[in-house]
């Protein structure tokens, strides 16, 4: 017999069933994955998880596993395929509970989700401790897993009691590090006594260094790693495994995938038992037992305390030291102790191949007996010659197995590798562990003979089949103790019947939906075989021919030619093998692309296939591509403006011709130097600084102005935005510019400024110059009274005893009054000089009473009764004195000779400061004159606009501009009582940028 059997790596408990089966049967549950699905956390929750919701009525049909893989492909392109998938798979199927495990899988459901599983009640496993729930409608259970790291800490410290120095290995992942942050608080009590050593910083090769250093009287305590901080990712078990190889210290874990692995033990999180109590959960709600709609706040799993038999006698540890309660795993077992067992496969075997001797001799008795012994060693031989089968036996109490050479040769086993439950359970294909838990279990339940067929994963990746047959023989106490059998591999049988169900469920699903054209003909007439819709409606649509089996190319075909054309494709697939080309159907409207395949049966051709898909759109969307990239190409030469693109390093990569102009470059010159290189050293610091704060922030950054040295040396004044570039992954991979040579409108610019200075001083000396007789009379007063002083001096001193004391009183009133002229005329050159803008600290207040009192005597002012309403507590303010003094003038005699040419009764002009936004001094100056048309106000500002007779109409327009460059605004508006007001603003020092 050639049937083989295989070894089934699962324990399971028997246990009764709680709920009423026949109201679960049909209930429906969906259990989703974050991450890869041989993740061992996934593993151990979905064997607990199934045994529980099977057990408990749910069949493993109902049971529904999706891994998503976000952690390997974050990408958006990866999650709509998922929403699609799971669109496909579940939008017609009703899911009574949803079991995800992680945040992201929870995040997948009600984000991406909400159409496809609207309201469909989640069992949230591994959230994160400490964090909250979003808030949705649905009914959402939560389970946030207290890891006892404390707890290890402590069974470590019972165990190894002269230790002082404690290696804390976790990896860098995010969750990782939640789960080293909470350790650390969790530690902290130990401080004193013990030194730890964090190495989450460390790559992981670093650690294993770090480890293989530690003394004998240390402890490792291995938290969770799922990546090192250079982004690689691994798995508990794997790095518990190279701990253990190079450790000179026993390790200790928080986590059960870690056991069997190179752990001596710990308090740890039992996958399986999380996965046992989150079924109970779904059977309690799907069974009526809980309300989904009121469940309780969580669901609480505690750490359960687990060893690992073989690391405990590694390490020498007593297990006496142990805590009550503790379980303890891979208790070895001898060749000694099997030997029954294997002794009942031989005689089984002997049994059977004794039937079998039997029944030849019964069906062949007219044979002579050398006849039959010949054809029984012949039978024997053939059972000999699968001597690839493996045998192995496995202990359901300690979950330890015994194998034959050829069983770890089967599954890539290490010849020495001590072989466990959750070993053998990490080769098996996820997608085959309901089927064979329901396998065991019925073997187990029933003690009747175990007969399945599954796949194994290989460490490089490749996917074997195993066929199994084995029975369970009871213990002492009459439950099955002991899972015997065989094992053999069967893949080149199942590869064979996977490859035939794929190719006719593909092939079914194409003739069924597809709107391509697929059919197949014979080797010698190139008859039709099979064919599907679309090139049916093609014939019957384009050709009025309704094609039949059989029909060859020329009785399809319009032409001869065609037809020997076609003959010719199907002699070049059946004798070079497959090929793809286009083809112009007859008509010319359409463009077909084929590829056909020859069809072989036991190694022998016997047709052709043919798949052809109509590629009209694409080769006008790609004609139509290849003329936009042209036009793009085009504009990107003929632009005005500089475009280049760079690297992270800032190395030029691409530019377009008018970049070039502008630099002076060539493009083989340009791809060897960075930005910085053409930019002098005065901007690195300030453009470092754009990109960090603006482009690696948010993507972009505002315009902004720098120089650029050319080729030839010289300076230009250059205008750029730059933009970030990212890749699909949304790593940053580089930057590019849109450049502006703007030095010749600098120069316009500067030049501009120099003449609008020229103006604003030419109209500040034309408004002095309007106050001549008001100035005379300023300085006429002091000179008169020093001539008048003078003359009086000169009277005492022709007296015969002169009076010192009145003429040192009379000399001290001509300094003082020569004092006042010469401060009256610093404050007109002050005026009246052309100098540079300087901008400083300045006290309001003086800055207007020094106007107020300069023109005091003007005629226009005469009758005018000037009132001050000064805020008493403004602070000083950033400003040019004799600019803002300039505007002041301005619109005080505006006001004055507004109220003259109305012939105001009470001609009164109020001059008011204020604050304005916390952040401006406001300056206003009323006037009770006739105010302004409605018409007019809107441009009194501008330009050569004025309301006087024979006025230039350029005084309120310079106002405005200096206003502006003092980055504050001015305005004009009509008094409801008459007259008109107005004010402009000026910012406080405090508030400015220097």
């Known amino acids: 017999m050639s049937v083989c059997l295989t070894f089934l790596p699962v324990f399971l408990g028997v246990s009764g069933f709680s709920h009423a089966q026949t109201e679960l049967a049909g209930k429906t549950v ?30 493993g049909l109902n049971l529904f596993y999706e891994s998503l893989d976000l952690r390997r492909n974050p990408g958006p392109e990866h999650r709509n395929m998922l929403v699609e998938q799971i669109r496909m798979r579940y939008g017609h199927r009703r899911v009574d509970l949803i079991v995800t495990m992680f945040p992201e899988a929870l995040d997948f459901v009600l984000n991406d989700c909400r159409d496809s599983l609207p309201a469909v009640p989640i069992l949230a496993l591994y959230q994160l401790e400490g964090a909250q729930l979003p808030k949705t409608e649905r009914p959402i259970i939560g389970h946030f897993p207290a890891l006892d790291v404390p707890g290890t800490l402590e069974i470590a410290l019972k165990l190894v009691p002269r230790a002082n120095k404690v290696y804390v290995v976790s990896g860098a992942h995010p969750v990782d590090r939640g789960i080293e942050e909470r350790a650390r608080r969790g530690l902290e009590k130990w401080g004193g006594r013990l030194e730890f050593l964090h190495l989450s910083h460390m790559p992981f090769e670093a650690m294993l260094d770090a480890v293989a250093g530690a003394s004998p009287d240390s402890v490792i305590l291995l938290l969770a790693f799922s990546q090192d901080v250079t982004g690689k990712f691994y798995t508990s078990p794997i790095v518990a495994r190279q701990l253990s190889r190079v450790s000179r210290a026993p390790v200790f874990g928080i986590l059960d995938s870690m056991l069997g692995h190179g752990i001596a033990g710990g308090s740890v999180l039992s996958f399986e038992l999380v996965g046992e109590k989150a079924g109970q959960r779904v059977l309690d709600i799907l069974g009526g037992t809980e309300s989904a709609a009121e469940h309780p ?24 030291d142990l805590p009550g309660g503790s379980v303890v795993i891979n208790r070895e077992t001898t060749l000694r102790d099997f030997r029954y067992y294997i002794l009942g496969i031989l005689v089984f075997f002997l049994a059977e191949t004794a039937l079998i001797v039997l029944l030849v001799m019964q069906i062949r008795r007219k044979r002579i007996a050398e006849k039959a012994l010949r054809e029984s060693e012949e039978r024997l031989d053939l059972a000999t010659s699968a001597a690839g089968t493996g045998i192995w036996v496995m202990n359901t109490d300690t979950r330890s197995v015994w194998v034959t050479d050829k069983l770890r ?19 098996i294909h996820p997608d085959d562990r309901g089927q064979v838990s329901r396998s065991v279990l019925e073997s187990l339940e029933r003690r009747q003979p175990l007969n399945v067929e599954y796949r194994i994963l290989h460490p490089d990746g490749g996917t074997r089949w195993i066929a199994s047959r084995g029975r369970p023989y009871a213990a002492a106490s009459g439950l099955p103790g002991r899972l015997m059998g065989v094992s053999s591999d069967v893949t080149p049988r199942k590869i064979t019947e996977v490859q035939l169900r794929e190719s006719q469920t593909l092939l079914s699903a194409l003739v069924d939906s597809t709107s391509d054209l697929i059919w197949s003909v014979d080797a010698e007439r190139f008859g039709l075989l099979t064919f599907n819709r679309g090139l049916f409606d093609y014939f019957l649509n384009e050709r009025g021919i309704r094609i039949e089996v059989g029909m060859d190319p020329g009785v399809l075909l319009p032409t001869e ?19 793809t080309t286009e083809y112009p159907v007859s008509s010319g409207s359409r463009t077909l692309l084929l590829n056909l395949n020859r069809l072989e049966r036991d190694g022998v051709a016997f047709g052709v296939s043919v798949f052809g898909k109509d590629i009209t759109d694409r080769k006008r969307s790609e004609e139509a591509v290849r ?37 002076g470059y060539t493009q083989d010159e340009l791809r060897g130097l960075t930005y910085l290189d053409i930019t002098p050293e005065r901007w690195h610091a300030a453009e470092r600084e754009i990109i960090g704060r603006q482009v690696l922030a948010r993507g972009y950054s505002d315009v902004y102005e720098k120089e650029y040295r050319k080729k030839d040396g010289t300076l230009i004044a250059v205008e750029l935005r730059t933009f970030l570039l990212r890749d699909e992954t949304g790593s940053n991979t580089g930057m590019w510019a849109i450049v502006r040579d703007v030095t010749e409108r600098r120069q316009i610019e500067l030049e501009a400024r120099r003449l609008r200075e020229e103006l604003v001083h030419l109209t500040r000396v034309s408004t002095l110059g309007e106050f001549t007789s008001t100035l005379a009379h300023e300085i006429n007063q002091p000179l ?14 022709l007296q015969d005893k002169p009076d010192i004391e009145e003429i040192g009183e009379i000399l001290e009133d001509i300094i003082r009054d020569d004092n006042r002229a010469a401060e009256v005329i610093r404050k007109i050159r002050s005026l009246m000089k052309k100098e540079e803008p300087r901008y400083e600290s300045l006290d309001l ?75 401006f001094a406001e300056v206003s100056i009323r006037d009770n004159g006739p105010g302004i048309e409605a018409n007019a106000l809107g441009r009194l500002f501008d330009p050569f606009y ?21 980055r504050g605004d001015i305005r004009a508006v009509n008094n409801p009582d008459g007259g008109t007001t107005f004010s402009f603003t000026v910012p406080f020092a405090s508030g400015v940028t220097k």
């Open 30 to 59: 969906l259990i989703l994955h974050a991450h890869e699905a041989n993740a061992p956390i996934f593993l151990g929750t979905d064997r607990g998880l199934s045994k529980a919701l099977q057990a408990g009525g749910i069949p």
């Open 297 to 320: 706040a969580g669901l609480d799993v505690p750490p359960v305390p687990m060893f690992d038999w073989r690391q405990l006698r590694h390490w020498n540890l007593d297990t006496d």
């Open 409 to 427: 040769e089967l599954f890539r086993f290490a010849p020495d590798e001590e072989l466990s439950y959750e070993r053998f359970l990490e080769v």
């Open 561 to 579: 030619a065609y037809a020997e054309m076609w003959r010719t494709f199907y002699r070049r697939a059946l004798e070079h093998g497959s090929f």
């Open 627 to 663: 003329e936009s990239e042209a036009k793009y190409r085009i504009l990107y030469e003929s632009m005005m403006d500089g475009y280049v693109r760079v690297d992270m390093d800032g190395r030029i990569r691409e530019c377009n011709e008018a970049y070039r102009a502008m630099t």
């Open 784 to 797: 008169a009274a020093i001539l008048s002083n003078a003359q009086a001096a000169q009277r005492f001193l």
């Open 845 to 919: 207040h003086d800055v207007i009473g020094e106007i107020l009192h300069a023109v005091r005597n003007e005629s226009a002012l005469a009758a005018v009764t000037i009132e001050r309403e000064f805020s008493p507590s403004l602070p000083a303010v950033w400003g040019d004195r004799v600019q803002l003094q300039q505007v002041i003038l301005n619109l005080i005699m505006n006001a004055a000779e507004a109220m003259r040419d109305a012939a105001a009764d009470d001609p009164r002009l109020t001059v008011r400061t204020s604050e304005r936004d916390g952040r």
């Open 946 to 966: 004025s309301t006087k007779a024979g006025g230039l109409g350029m005084g309120l327009a310079i106002s405005k501009e200096i206003v502006k460059t003092h």
